[in-house]
């Protein structure tokens, strides 16, 4: 993500023991309700949107 602002600079590449996948856990009674489904979509869509700026593999334009 320091991709994106122009004082950083990467130091060398990403470092794959250090990456993780992130999970939108939700309580599976809860998760049909429309405010909470909302929600859910709305940060998967940025997730995969954005995919390569959380990956480290583009900087934001």
């Keep these: 993500m320091g991709d994106a602002e122009p004082g950083p600079v990467r130091a060398g590449p990403v470092i794959d023991s250090l990456t993780y996948d992130i999970w939108i856990t ?3 009674d809860e998760r049909q309700r ?3 489904r909302m929600v859910i979509d709305r940060l998967s869509a940025l997730f ?6 959380f990956a480290g593999k583009s900087a934001r334009v």
């Design 48 to 53: 995969a949107a954005h995919a390569d700026l």
């Design 26 to 28: 939700v309580h599976e």
């Design 34 to 36: 429309p405010e909470v």
